[in-house]
């Protein structure tokens, strides 16, 4: 089958390649561990071979640093990889489950069975990990997988066309390329699960068209995740982190820092420590930011436009611009800006940022931190800086959020043997390793009599029966 690019005019294409999926997933269904392996380690082994010209096609899109790349793209798809090859077979094989006493006479099983046809629809600020993870899971589960990759980075999506076209025959793979037409047109057809990454906002249009089919989903969307700093933390330690897992990619990240509370006391040494680490990583040249080349850019003047309104919003509205503020339309370049002074009636503190602004905030009590995170949307992660078990402890059992990290930041997301995902707003269902497995597959439960029978309890309802009912209630 030959895909030619989409246009308006072609939903029958759409359709036809859509059924085509629907025909190969009877064989894929019945695939062997080995066989879906097989297919992992050729994306493997052309990722690898194709770091070079992945890197070229993410520094167009928004001059991402190769070695970032390499880091937030190639590693993290590897390690995903590597797990499932390495666990494939454990996680197909069925999975027995205890016999209660009153199942007496039967075993039980669970057998995971692929879903079907996929839709997995990418963003565009981690293109190729956030498209081949749930990739690498659709395909161990043994469905097929129609990729619609965001259109705002090119490059990346024409790399992921070149990778399944020549990796994999359309029936069983196939990337599309186009706008949020395209997007529409796809979510009217019938698809057996579908999996989003994207704002919540969009998330919401993606779960109102699955309900019309009853498709499954997993949304992986955003929110404000917050970052508690406390008074026995290593503020310097802590600086360097949330300044690392703020700006890599220019802020450009789901489960980056959104904002700090801090503890009042703390709040000027870790201005002061968070400034200094911001130098060494992208100025210690003393060349001025906008020339590090570890830095990247907005993806596009749309996305630039919005945060540079946030920016100026938050200053009109009494902000203090603390590190940064800097900006270059021309090139899409915002320096790292730490804002302070901020108020929850402020854009920056109303959206997701998505961007190279990092509000912080000071705090007097823990209690006072617990009503601030309680009256807002459950966040994606949460970061929490304590030197003191009880504190840390404190906020985990007061607090919600999809994933926490204690002492780091964004971390967990390249954890493949942790479920991954937000709560609510922030997403629905989780990713990664067996749990991205789980998300593509029907856990299938299978009840198999070995012996006996219940027939003692069949109507008509007699005195005898009524008595063993009886028993049953009392004794099992």
Request: hydrophobic residues 40%.
């Amino acid at each position: 089958m030959i895909l030619p690019p989409f246009n308006r005019e072609n939903k029958t294409q759409l359709r036809d390649l859509f059924d085509a999926q629907r025909r190969q997933t009877v064989f894929l269904k019945e695939s062997s561990a080995g066989e879906r392996v097989a297919k992992l380690k050729k994306i493997q082994a052309y990722l690898l071979a194709n770091r070079a010209v992945l890197a070229k096609a993410l520094y167009a899109d928004f001059r991402k640093p190769a070695t970032e790349t390499d880091l937030t793209e190639v590693y993290g798809t590897i390690n995903e990889l590597n797990v499932a090859i390495r666990h494939l077979k454990r996680w197909m094989k069925p999975q027995p489950v205890p016999t209660p006493p009153g199942m007496l006479g039967t075993t039980s099983f669970i057998h995971y069975e692929p879903k079907g046809v996929t839709l997995i629809i990418s963003p565009w600020n981690y293109p190729i990990y956030l498209t081949l993870k749930p990739l690498i899971s659709a395909i161990a589960a043994g469905n097929t997988a129609v990729i619609k990759p965001s259109e705002h980075s090119p490059g990346a999506s024409a790399f992921l066309r070149t990778l399944v076209e020549e990796l994999f025959p359309p029936e069983e793979v196939a990337v599309l390329e186009g706008d949020a037409t395209l997007a529409q047109y796809l979510l009217e057809l019938p698809f057996d699960h579908i999996f989003f990454t994207g704002s919540t906002e969009v998330g919401k249009i993606v779960m109102t068209a699955a309900a019309r089919t009853l498709a499954s989903v997993t949304l992986e969307l955003g929110g404000k995740s917050p970052g508690i700093i406390d008074e026995t933390a290593d503020i310097r330690t802590a600086a360097r982190q949330i300044a690392w897992g703020k700006w890599i990619n220019n802020g450009q990240t789901c489960v980056a820092p959104d904002f700090i509370l801090i503890q009042r006391s703390e709040k000027d040494r870790f201005i002061r420590e968070i400034r200094e680490a911001i130098r060494v990583m992208y100025d210690a040249e003393g060349k001025g930011i906008q020339a590090s080349e570890s830095y990247a850019r907005i993806i596009n003047d749309r996305h630039f436009q919005r945060l540079k309104s946030l920016l100026d919003d938050a200053v009109q509205k009494g902000a203090n611009v603390s590190i940064g503020g800097q900006t270059d339309a021309g090139e899409r370049f915002m320096e790292p800006t730490l804002l302070e002074n901020v108020t929850v009636k402020m854009a920056v503190m109303q959206e997701e940022i998505f961007g190279p602004l990092l509000p912080v905030i000071p705090y007097d009590t823990r209690e006072e931190v617990v009503r601030f995170l309680g009256g807002r949307p459950k966040p994606l992660a949460l970061y929490i800086f304590s030197g003191k078990e009880s504190n840390r402890q404190f906020w985990l059992n007061r607090t919600t959020a999809g994933n926490t990290v204690l002492n780091d930041t964004i971390i967990h997301f390249a954890h493949a043997e942790l479920p991954v995902g937000g709560i609510n707003q922030s997403g629905i269902g989780k990713s990664n390793g067996f749990y991205g497995f789980q998300e593509f597959s029907n856990a299938r439960g299978v009840v198999k009599r070995q012996f006996g029978t219940v027939k003692y309890l069949y109507p008509p309802y007699s005195d005898r029966v009524k008595r063993m009912v009886k028993i049953i209630l009392k004794y099992f």
